[in-house]
T-cell receptor, first 117, second 112 residues
Framework: ETGVTQTPRHLVMGMTNKKSLKCEQH?????MYWYKQSAKKPLELMFV???????ENNSVPSRFSPECPNSSHLFLHLHTLQPEDSALYLC????????????????FGPGTRLTVL | QQPVQSPQAVILREGEDAVINCSSS?????VHWYRQKHGEAPVFLMI?????EQKGHEKISASFNEKKQQSSLYLTASQLSYSGTYFC?????????????FGKGTKLSVIP
């Protein structure tokens, strides 16, 4: 596998379910990101990890819980979601992640299309 | 505060040129450009840094006007493969680390 991979690619869950999204990067990067992409809305940054430490949390509801066990893997644990949480969830990584992102392009995974019923 | 992109959509014939603009009301440190095709992940095109440094794509150019807090992406001699939605992401001076704020995107359609 190369680049950034995400599983599953599609997920349908009920409001009472618990599920997890997985992201893996094979690029040797130090920073990883979760974004939410909804229809007709801009990409929204949810979480940033640098060297496995969370450095940004953009006021995301607690029903979304990230986990970064090492610099290659990132999870997003989901529980008691709402229908408005249905969206494409994108994972990305970049080389350093320290300081401003201006020096680093971000490599995106294909995303997980989440539908909450 | 998200940047404002214009136009929202544009249709081109192959070989025509296009300009996509990205404006911010705040002082910018950098502007990133990405292209996303339907059903695919966003792909990096260009980074423009305050001070004039650029990192990017061979066939696509961009400018960064620090005084106007604006960036423009220039697509010349468009090809069918240029179709997709173009997003700019902005970093603000003094905003702290890591955060890119994206615009709503410009949908570009290139037709034969």
């Amino acid at each position: 596998e190369t680049g950034v991979t995400q599983t599953p690619r599609h997920l349908v869950m009920g409001m009472t379910n618990k599920k997890s999204l997985k992201c893996e990067q094979h690029l040797g990067h130090n920073a990883m990101y979760w974004y939410k992409q909804s229809a007709k809305k801009p990409l929204e940054l949810m979480f940033v990890y640098s060297l496995e430490e969370r450095v940004e949390n953009n006021s995301v509801p607690s029903r979304f819980s990230p986990e970064c066990p090492n610099s290659s893997h990132l999870f997003l644990h989901l529980h008691t979601l709402q229908p408005e949480d249905s969206a494409l969830y994108l994972c990305a990584s970049s080389q350093e992640g320290r300081g401003l992102a201006g020096g680093d392009e971000q490599f995106f995974g294909p995303g997980t299309r989440l539908t909450v019923l | 505060q998200q940047p404002v992109q214009s136009p929202q959509a544009v249709i081109l014939r192959e070989g025509e040129d296009a300009v996509i603009n990205c404006s911010s009301s705040k002082a910018l440190y950098s502007v990133h450009w990405y292209r996303q095709k339907h059903g695919e992940a966003p792909v990096f095109l260009m980074i423009l840094l305050k001070g004039g440094e650029q990192k990017g794509h061979e066939k696509i150019s961009a400018s960064f006007n620090e005084k106007k807090q604006q960036s423009s992406l220039y697509l010349t001699a468009s090809q069918l493969s240029y179709s997709g939605t173009y997003f700019c992401g902005t970093e603000y001076s003094g905003a702290g680390s890591y955060q890119l704020t994206f615009g709503k995107g410009t949908k570009l359609s290139v037709i034969p």
